[in-house]
């Protein structure tokens, strides 16, 4: 028998993959948009590059400028402080204004900003004032241009495809979240903290590239002869005459407050208490975007058949069962430290599982909550209801532990979110919300 040679043999195989690769586009209404692909793939270099970013700035700070504690918070102060001071206003703009050019607008700010960062150490003039300005900066781009993101993707798929979209947004997530630390620590280590940054650039300005090719032609906003301060005050009447809105609302808060504390303790807890490495840390880590990945496919099958609300309640319970078990994993359990290890990892993996499943649910129904002309105001009105007062709960936190150790501070967090999901289960109409 006479073998077909091995370049037919390879066509076959490419022909047959392209088909398969094109039924399954063609099956998929969202990835059969090609503007959905672009602005998927946006999102992807956007994710990968925030992860690079996350761990490539502080590290500059540490490594280039020996920054102090004291300088380090501030650094992270500077980069929430725009949720407190912009969160409303850009509300206000985004119902004015048309999405994408703000997106494009932002992704090119921050993009310059990181980029600022290599030249300003090539040229010796890298300072701590400076990363404070660029990570101001980046606060304020993520706020900008993160809620425009969120209105122009309902227009890009509707809102019957929130879910479907944010799911596959969930797999993107994962990926950077598995492979975007590694390789910011290998660019760093490799090339330096500057060269990290100046890719991370690149992948902004590539994302903005990218963008750029779109054809959506998104509706001008009709306009408004209301002064801003008008318009911010409807936006918080708004949430507030909406029983689920405010529902979501102080819920979101106090697990932003509750999520915000433990953050400010996990590190210590890992390596003072259970004696963990940076090594060893980072590689248990990396199980939460296994989370992120398991949960953003559950997410939409779970969410037909038991409701948004149920499904948000569902990874509220995750997240509340990683802190009550967190504080009581000893340091060697099973007389392994290895052993505490690996159960610290286990509880991130259900973490960021309950996360995933806790705010896909939860954008959906806000945004189906809301009617187009006040989108732009609900974000950011819910942005700044929930996120603005969270570094208090890090501050608490903070005093608890000094107190009476690290410890007792997760117990009080473990108790609060327990109360919390109670209150949630209980005392609030989300078990029968199906939207």
Known sequence: MTLAPPSYIESFILATFRQYCSQKVGADPLLSSSDFRRFWLSSALSSFGSQISTLGLPLCAVLLLHATPAQMGLLVALQALPFALLSLPVGVLLDRKRKLPIILCSKLLSGLALASIAVAYWCDALSMPWLYLVGFLIGTNFVLGGGAEQVFLIHLVGRDGQIDAQAKFGVTESASRLIGPGIAGMLVQALSAPVAMLATAAAFL????NLR?????????SPSGKHPLHDIRDGLAFVWRQSLLRTLAWSAGVWHLLYYASASLSILFATR?????????GAVQT?????????S????????RYGSGATMLLGMSSTTLTFVLTPLIPA??????????????????FFDCGVTLFFIPYMSMRQKATPDAFLGRM??????LTVATAPLGALGAGALAEHFGVRAGLACIAAGSLTLTLAMVFATPLRGVRA
């Open 273 to 281: 208490e259970l004696g963990m490495t940076p090594g060893l840390l």
């Open 332 to 349: 060697a359990l099973f007389h392994s430290p290895l052993a505490s290890a690996i159960a610290y990892g286990l509880l991130v993996f």
């Open 297 to 304: 496919q559950m997410v939409r099958p779970l969410t037909r």
């Open 213 to 221: 090719g779109m054809r959506t032609v998104e509706p001008q906003p």
């Open 379 to 384: 974000i950011s009105t819910m942005r700044f």
């Open 287 to 295: 199980l939460g975007g296994v989370g992120v990945l398991v949960s």
């Open 206 to 209: 590539v994302s903005l590239l």
